[in-house]
């Protein structure tokens, strides 16, 4: 029993991530820890696309001439490749996101969602 949980950690840490993400984004009033807990969301999904392109024993696909290539003893390097991609997004929507939060917080007292909703009169 131990052996299963210990051999999946990387899988456990992700949930963990993933729920801790939720909560912050979901359950939050603050507009600043929403996006910290939109960042952690965003990191746990990262973490688990690599963790599922993981493969034991294989190498990098790089081939020397003249040798014959099995594909099976290759790592995948698209979800990689993909995950860069999105920390670049992640870190382009986290800028836009601390640059509308800077702008809010000049023309409204706090960063309180509901207090926000409230000065603008709309009902929360």
Do not use: C
Request: overall charge neutral.
């Amino acid at each position: 029993m131990l052996d299963e949980i210990a051999a999946r950690f990387p899988y456990w840490a992700i949930a963990v991530l993933l729920g801790v993400g939720l909560y912050g984004t979901i359950g939050k009033r603050s507009l600043v820890k929403k996006l910290i807990g939109l960042n952690i969301f965003q990191v746990a999904i990262i973490l688990f696309f690599i963790a599922g392109s993981l493969k034991t024993g294989a190498t990098v696909p790089i081939t020397v001439l003249g040798e014959h290539a099995v594909a099976a003893d290759f790592v995948n390097p698209l979800p990689h490749v993909l995950m860069l991609t999105a920390i670049v997004v992640s870190v382009a929507v986290t800028g836009v996101a601390l640059s509308f939060l800077v702008r809010l917080y000049r023309e409204f007292p706090g960063l309180d969602e509901e207090q926000i909703l409230e000065d603008l009169g709309r009902p929360s």
